[in-house]
Protein backbone atom coordinates (compact mmCIF):
# COMPACT_ATOMS: atom_id res chain seq x y z
CA UNK A 1 0.00 0.00 0.00
CA UNK A 2 1.51 3.36 -1.21
CA UNK A 3 -0.02 6.38 1.40
CA UNK A 4 0.10 9.17 -0.95
CA UNK A 5 -0.46 11.68 1.96
CA UNK A 6 -0.95 15.60 0.96
CA UNK A 7 2.40 16.23 -0.67
CA UNK A 8 2.69 18.20 -3.38
CA UNK A 9 3.87 15.08 -5.32
CA UNK A 10 1.11 13.02 -4.65
CA UNK A 11 -1.97 16.00 -5.19
CA UNK A 12 -3.76 16.59 -8.32
CA UNK A 13 -2.00 15.34 -11.91
CA UNK A 14 0.71 14.35 -9.81
CA UNK A 15 -1.35 12.22 -8.21
CA UNK A 16 -2.45 10.69 -11.30
CA UNK A 17 0.87 10.19 -12.60
CA UNK A 18 1.85 8.46 -9.73
CA UNK A 19 -0.85 6.19 -9.63
CA UNK A 20 -0.12 5.30 -13.04
CA UNK A 21 3.59 4.15 -11.93
CA UNK A 22 1.15 2.19 -9.20
CA UNK A 23 -0.55 0.36 -11.91
CA UNK A 24 2.81 -0.36 -14.35
CA UNK A 25 4.62 -1.56 -11.44
CA UNK A 26 1.84 -3.75 -10.66
CA UNK A 27 1.32 -5.29 -13.95
CA UNK A 28 4.94 -5.52 -14.03
CA UNK A 29 5.78 -7.67 -10.51
CA UNK A 30 2.39 -9.30 -10.46
CA UNK A 31 2.24 -7.67 -6.69
CA UNK A 32 -0.80 -6.05 -5.58
CA UNK A 33 -0.34 -2.21 -5.17
CA UNK A 34 -2.94 -0.43 -3.66
CA UNK A 35 -2.48 3.57 -3.80
CA UNK A 36 -3.91 5.38 -0.79
CA UNK A 37 -4.64 9.01 -2.26
CA UNK A 38 -6.35 12.26 -0.93
CA UNK A 39 -9.87 12.25 -1.24
CA UNK A 40 -10.35 15.23 -3.91
CA UNK A 41 -8.47 13.41 -6.35
CA UNK A 42 -10.54 10.08 -5.79
CA UNK A 43 -12.99 11.04 -8.92
CA UNK A 44 -10.42 11.69 -11.18
CA UNK A 45 -8.03 8.91 -10.74
CA UNK A 46 -10.84 6.25 -10.56
CA UNK A 47 -11.86 7.45 -14.07
CA UNK A 48 -8.88 7.01 -15.45
CA UNK A 49 -7.81 3.79 -13.81
CA UNK A 50 -11.27 2.22 -13.15
CA UNK A 51 -10.13 -1.18 -12.70
CA UNK A 52 -6.98 -0.15 -10.41
CA UNK A 53 -8.48 -0.81 -6.16
CA UNK A 54 -7.75 2.80 -4.65
CA UNK A 55 -8.27 3.68 -1.20
CA UNK A 56 -8.64 7.10 0.30
CA UNK A 57 -6.73 8.36 3.55
CA UNK A 58 -9.57 9.07 6.09
CA UNK A 59 -13.68 8.60 6.10
CA UNK A 60 -15.62 10.14 8.51
CA UNK A 61 -18.11 8.02 11.18
CA UNK A 62 -21.52 10.07 9.74
CA UNK A 63 -24.27 8.16 7.67
CA UNK A 64 -25.73 10.49 4.81
CA UNK A 65 -27.51 13.29 6.52
CA UNK A 66 -26.95 16.70 7.45
CA UNK A 67 -22.96 16.62 7.98
CA UNK A 68 -21.44 19.13 5.78
CA UNK A 69 -17.57 19.22 5.32
CA UNK A 70 -17.20 15.77 6.39
CA UNK A 71 -15.88 12.83 4.54
CA UNK A 72 -18.84 10.29 3.85
CA UNK A 73 -18.55 6.43 3.35
CA UNK A 74 -21.20 6.46 0.82
CA UNK A 75 -19.60 9.16 -0.87
CA UNK A 76 -15.91 8.03 -1.23
CA UNK A 77 -17.72 4.18 -2.45
CA UNK A 78 -19.49 5.62 -4.82
CA UNK A 79 -16.62 7.73 -6.45
CA UNK A 80 -15.12 4.15 -6.55
CA UNK A 81 -12.85 3.51 -3.47
CA UNK A 82 -12.13 0.12 -2.91
CA UNK A 83 -11.38 0.93 1.19
CA UNK A 84 -9.75 3.36 3.72
CA UNK A 85 -7.09 4.11 6.47
CA UNK A 86 -8.34 5.19 9.77
CA UNK A 87 -6.99 6.49 12.92
CA UNK A 88 -3.10 6.95 10.84
CA UNK A 89 -0.98 8.86 13.43
CA UNK A 90 -1.69 11.69 11.84
CA UNK A 91 -5.57 11.47 11.81
CA UNK A 92 -6.46 9.53 15.20
CA UNK A 93 -9.88 8.79 16.16
CA UNK A 94 -11.29 7.55 18.93
CA UNK A 95 -12.03 3.59 19.12
CA UNK A 96 -15.49 4.42 18.93
CA UNK A 97 -15.78 6.23 15.68
CA UNK A 98 -13.52 3.17 14.12
CA UNK A 99 -16.18 0.88 15.28
CA UNK A 100 -19.15 3.62 14.24
CA UNK A 101 -18.00 3.70 10.11
CA UNK A 102 -17.69 -0.24 10.22
CA UNK A 103 -21.21 -0.64 11.67
CA UNK A 104 -22.38 1.66 8.95
CA UNK A 105 -20.15 -0.42 6.38
CA UNK A 106 -22.04 -3.54 8.12
CA UNK A 107 -26.02 -2.17 7.82
CA UNK A 108 -25.81 -1.10 3.85
CA UNK A 109 -27.18 -4.11 1.58
CA UNK A 110 -25.06 -3.73 -0.96
CA UNK A 111 -21.59 -5.41 -2.41
CA UNK A 112 -20.15 -2.11 -3.31
CA UNK A 113 -20.10 -1.51 0.38
CA UNK A 114 -19.79 -5.19 1.67
CA UNK A 115 -16.26 -5.28 -0.62
CA UNK A 116 -14.96 -1.73 1.03
CA UNK A 117 -12.23 -2.57 3.09
CA UNK A 118 -11.11 -1.58 6.17
CA UNK A 119 -7.47 -0.68 7.13
CA UNK A 120 -7.04 0.60 10.79
CA UNK A 121 -4.00 1.60 11.84
CA UNK A 122 -2.18 1.08 15.46
CA UNK A 123 1.04 2.27 16.78
CA UNK A 124 1.58 0.56 20.34
CA UNK A 125 0.55 -3.66 21.45
CA UNK A 126 -1.71 -2.15 23.59
CA UNK A 127 -3.77 -0.11 20.80
CA UNK A 128 -3.11 -3.50 18.67
CA UNK A 129 -5.16 -5.79 21.27
CA UNK A 130 -7.57 -2.87 21.23
CA UNK A 131 -8.20 -2.80 17.61
CA UNK A 132 -7.86 -5.98 16.22
CA UNK A 133 -11.06 -7.05 18.49
CA UNK A 134 -12.74 -4.64 16.31
CA UNK A 135 -12.32 -6.89 13.37
CA UNK A 136 -10.74 -4.77 10.50
CA UNK A 137 -9.91 -6.11 6.99
CA UNK A 138 -6.01 -5.21 7.85
CA UNK A 139 -4.53 -4.30 10.83
CA UNK A 140 -1.74 -1.85 10.04
CA UNK A 141 1.43 -1.35 12.61
CA UNK A 142 3.24 1.81 12.28
CA UNK A 143 5.29 3.42 15.36
CA UNK A 144 5.10 7.14 14.90
CA UNK A 145 8.88 8.06 15.44
CA UNK A 146 9.79 6.18 12.47
CA UNK A 147 7.33 7.42 9.96
CA UNK A 148 8.92 9.31 7.40
CA UNK A 149 12.43 8.05 8.24
CA UNK A 150 14.89 7.58 5.81
CA UNK A 151 17.67 5.95 8.24
CA UNK A 152 15.63 3.54 10.26
CA UNK A 153 12.43 1.59 9.87
CA UNK A 154 9.98 -0.35 11.73
CA UNK A 155 11.70 -3.25 10.28
CA UNK A 156 15.11 -2.88 12.07
CA UNK A 157 14.14 -1.31 15.10
CA UNK A 158 11.22 -3.49 16.31
CA UNK A 159 11.32 -6.61 14.42
CA UNK A 160 10.09 -8.78 17.10
CA UNK A 161 7.51 -6.10 18.38
CA UNK A 162 6.17 -7.36 14.46
CA UNK A 163 5.97 -10.68 15.52
CA UNK A 164 3.94 -9.81 18.94
CA UNK A 165 1.80 -8.21 16.53
CA UNK A 166 1.20 -10.31 13.84
CA UNK A 167 -0.11 -12.49 16.57
CA UNK A 168 -2.78 -10.39 18.02
CA UNK A 169 -4.20 -9.89 14.95
CA UNK A 170 -3.73 -13.32 13.80
CA UNK A 171 -5.69 -14.85 17.50
CA UNK A 172 -8.46 -12.15 15.60
CA UNK A 173 -8.13 -14.15 12.16
CA UNK A 174 -6.56 -9.87 10.85
CA UNK A 175 -4.25 -9.68 8.93
CA UNK A 176 -1.44 -7.06 9.86
CA UNK A 177 0.87 -4.69 7.18
CA UNK A 178 3.49 -2.88 8.79
CA UNK A 179 5.15 0.72 7.73
CA UNK A 180 7.30 3.67 9.22
CA UNK A 181 10.30 4.00 7.65
CA UNK A 182 9.98 1.21 5.46
CA UNK A 183 12.61 1.94 2.17
CA UNK A 184 14.83 -1.27 1.87
CA UNK A 185 14.62 -4.65 0.30
CA UNK A 186 15.49 -5.39 3.82
CA UNK A 187 12.96 -4.13 5.51
CA UNK A 188 10.27 -5.94 3.15
CA UNK A 189 12.54 -9.30 4.00
CA UNK A 190 12.17 -8.45 7.77
CA UNK A 191 8.66 -7.72 7.78
CA UNK A 192 7.47 -10.75 6.07
CA UNK A 193 9.82 -12.79 7.82
CA UNK A 194 8.08 -11.73 11.28
CA UNK A 195 4.70 -12.62 9.63
CA UNK A 196 3.36 -9.48 8.48
CA UNK A 197 1.42 -10.04 4.66
CA UNK A 198 1.98 -6.81 3.54
CA UNK A 199 3.73 -3.32 3.97
CA UNK A 200 2.63 0.36 3.92
CA UNK A 201 4.92 2.96 2.09
CA UNK A 202 4.88 6.58 1.78
CA UNK A 203 7.55 8.88 1.69
CA UNK A 204 10.00 6.53 0.57
CA UNK A 205 7.90 6.14 -2.84
CA UNK A 206 6.16 9.36 -3.07
CA UNK A 207 9.08 11.55 -2.71
CA UNK A 208 11.56 9.73 -4.43
CA UNK A 209 13.61 10.84 -7.26
CA UNK A 210 12.42 7.88 -9.33
CA UNK A 211 9.26 6.12 -7.77
CA UNK A 212 9.02 3.49 -10.38
CA UNK A 213 11.97 2.56 -9.75
CA UNK A 214 12.14 2.52 -5.77
CA UNK A 215 8.38 0.54 -5.83
CA UNK A 216 9.92 -1.89 -8.04
CA UNK A 217 12.54 -2.57 -5.97
CA UNK A 218 10.19 -3.00 -3.05
CA UNK A 219 7.23 -5.11 -5.14
CA UNK A 220 10.02 -7.65 -6.53
CA UNK A 221 11.43 -7.80 -3.07
CA UNK A 222 8.31 -8.87 -2.15
CA UNK A 223 7.37 -11.33 -4.87
CA UNK A 224 10.43 -12.82 -4.62
CA UNK A 225 10.24 -13.53 -0.66
CA UNK A 226 6.55 -14.97 -1.54
CA UNK A 227 7.73 -17.25 -4.03
CA UNK A 228 10.78 -18.88 -2.05
CA UNK A 229 7.88 -19.23 0.69
CA UNK A 230 5.55 -20.89 -1.49
Same mark, same amino acid.
Given at each position: ????????????????????????????????????????????????????????????????????????????????????????????????????? /??? +??? @? #????? %???? *?? $???????????????????????????????????????? /??? +??? @? #????? %???? *?? $?????????????????????????????????????????????????????
Amino acid at each position: MVNFKTYSQGTGERAVELVGICQKVREKTKVNIIPIVQVVDLWRIKQQFPGLPVFVQHVDLFPPGKHTGWVSLEGVIEAGASGTLLNHSEHPLRPGSIKKV /KSQ +KSK @V #KSKKF %KEFQ *LV $VCCKTLGQAQRLAKLKPDFLAYEPPELIGSQQASVATVYP /KTI +KKV @V #KIAEA %KNVP *LI $VGAGIHSSEDVKISLKMGAVGILVATDVVLAKEPEKELEELARTFREFKRIKN
